[in-house]
């Protein structure tokens, strides 16, 4: 194997951790302040993918809009669902949470097979992400350029929203201890409705990303991007925001490395990110910047 | 100013409070005292929307509390510091008070942050260390100075002085009279009995959900029953 083909390898492999990365927040910040698996996550990758479809058709929006609307969107969708599905339980058990997320998961399948059918739809992807340009010798889609970067922005920003705002500063003090936030006057339920918020819009970023990688948007696009957003989120250390980035990078590399430096396991490229899972979980469950888990009242 | 009138609060099948009626003025210091698993935090936790009792009201100025959200509760000026500090580990000691102050309008807060360090010092040589790696004593004054940065004008104190060294004791009651005297009024629940009498205007005595025995601070003090049961004398 080349070094040229090597560093494109690793190019691709940055650029699908990023959105591994983009995904995994959202599971890591729900995790971090409802001790929940959220695994509906995955499926607001669908429902960003459809939006920005009838964005960009129905509405003939340009994507400069679309994208950012529907980012918008799905973040608001993020608290519906979170109203409707895990409100009623805020004092419920874990498991009920849980159980009702994944019912979460599968209404949104259904409901996007019943509404918009299963044959899958192409992604209108506007042509400047799918120029190819030359770096140093290496051909690249700028779509793979611009997954990166666009994640290390949105991290930016939401690392300013969680250490330098009050609501992020709301945010930690409730993945620790809900009642004493409320004691702060704080109001709990605006601040969750924050979290979801944020989550899902990072999530529908990664659903368009993703839908341009993969043009073919249908009801169950979500899930296997979602299962290795959450692999990548335990990886790194459920609850870290920083962590599930890297957890993210590191699967995605992992991912792309294996396939290239063995092309043979070309078909157990999935199975790896359920071996790193299993491994992370028998040898080291907090992750890689994950600070031990902690029940909380 | 804090009417509680027939308090019953049960968790599950325990009746932890049976018919609980207190009273703290405005500009007093009220203390409810009496032994391990009495109701004292039950009754703190029911005032700040924590626990919804079963039955009975309690009146904030003419604001009905058993039915308000705890946010709400706070929001018309009720400071908590609550059982065991509850202080938040993952943020610095001045994250911490500016939770306390989540909702002052935020010009004030450097002026409330400075009385903040005026009564304890040792915040302000802490302000950046997180608030888990303080000493106990030093989470107790993180925990009092996070329910004053709301500028409240009812405090409800939850054993404030447990596990601090005597001298520190002595400096909380010193700045729960403080405080006091400049207009906040405080309802403080101790186990140092002696030190709650001493400082309070008025107390009452509360025994397995009931209240038993109410006087001023003096007249407790001197009570026989108070001296043999909280003061350790026989
Ligand atoms: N969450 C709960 N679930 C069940 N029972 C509880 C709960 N909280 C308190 N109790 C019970 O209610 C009673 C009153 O408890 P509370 O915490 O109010 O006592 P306290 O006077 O504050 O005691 P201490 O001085 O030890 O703090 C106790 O018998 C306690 O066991
Ligand atoms: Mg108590």
């Known amino acids: ?297 | 100013m804090l009417e509680v009138k027939d308090l019953h609060v049960y968790y599950g099948g325990i009746h932890a409070l049976k018919g609980i009626t207190l009273k703290v003025p405005q500009g007093r210091i009220v203390t409810l005292i009496g032994a391990n698993g009495a109701g004292k935090t039950t009754t703190l936790r029911a005032i700040s929307g924590l626990v919804r009792p079963k039955h009975g009201s309690i009146l904030f100025f003419d604001h009905e509390l058993t039915r308000m959200p705890t946010y709400k509760i706070i929001r018309l000026g009720i400071g908590v510091a609550p059982e065991g500090r509850r202080v938040f580990p993952n943020l610095t000691v001045l994250e911490n008070l500016e939770l306390g102050a989540y909702n002052r309008p935020p010009a004030e807060f450097r002026k409330d942050l400075e009385w903040i360090y005026s009564l304890f010092p040792r915040l302000r040589e802490r302000s950046k260390q997180m608030a888990g790696t303080l000493s106990g004593g030093e989470q107790q004054m993180l925990a009092l100075g996070r329910a004053l940065m709301s500028r409240p004008s009812l405090v409800l104190l939850d054993e404030p002085s447990l596990g601090l060294a005597p001298l520190v004791v002595e400096e909380v009651f010193q700045t729960i009279q403080s405080i006091n005297a400049q207009g906040a009024t405080i309802l403080l629940v101790e186990q140092n009995a002696m030190a709650a009498l001493h400082v309070a205007h008025y107390a009452y005595v509360l025994e397995t959900g009931r209240i038993t025995l109410e006087g001023t601070g003096k007249d407790l003090l001197a009570d026989e029953r108070v001296r043999k049961a909280y003061l350790g004398e026989d």
């Open chain 1, 1 to 297: 194997m080349t070094a040229t083909i090597l560093t494109q390898q690793f190019i691709n492999g940055i650029s699908l951790g990023s959105l591994y990365a983009l995904v995994a927040i959202g599971y890591t910040m729900v995790y971090g302040i409802l001790r929940l698996i959220n695994f509906a996550h995955g499926d607001l990758l669908m429902v960003a993918a459809y939006a920005a479809i009838y964005a960009v058709t129905l509405l003939s929006l340009p994507w400069q809009i679309s994208f950012p609307l529907v980012m918008i969107l799905t973040g608001l969708f993020g608290i519906l669902v979170d109203r409707v599905a895990y409100k009623p339980l805020r004092d419920a058990p874990r498991i009920s949470l849980l159980i009702s997320a994944i019912g979460v998961s599968f209404l949104l399948e259904n409901l996007a097979i019943v509404l918009i059918g299963g044959v899958p739809k192409g992604f209108p992807r506007p042509d400047i992400f799918a120029r190819v340009i030359d770096l140093w010798g290496l051909r690249i889609q700028v779509l793979t350029v611009y997954t990166p970067i666009l994640t290390l922005v949105l991290l930016m920003g939401l690392l300013y929203i969680v250490h330098r705002t009050k609501v992020g500063k709301a945010m930690r003090a409730a993945s620790k201890d809900f009642e004493t936030t409320r004691l702060m006057g704080i109001n709990l339920d605006r601040i969750i409705a924050v979290t979801f918020f944020l989550g899902s819009s990072l999530a529908a970023a990664g659903g368009i990303m993703w839908a341009m990688k993969y043009p073919q948007v249908n009801p169950f696009m979500g899930v296997i991007p979602g299962l290795k957003a959450f692999i990548a989120a335990v990886l790194g250390g459920i609850g870290n925001i920083v962590g599930a980035v890297v957890g993210g990078f590191v699967l995605g590399l992992g991912e792309i490395l294996i396939v290239a430096l063995f092309p043979q396991m070309a078909q157990y490229r999935d199975a790896f990110a359920f071996a790193v899972l299993i491994l992370v979980l028998l040898f080291r469950p907090t992750g890689i910047m994950g600070e031990p888990i902690t029940d909380k009242t």
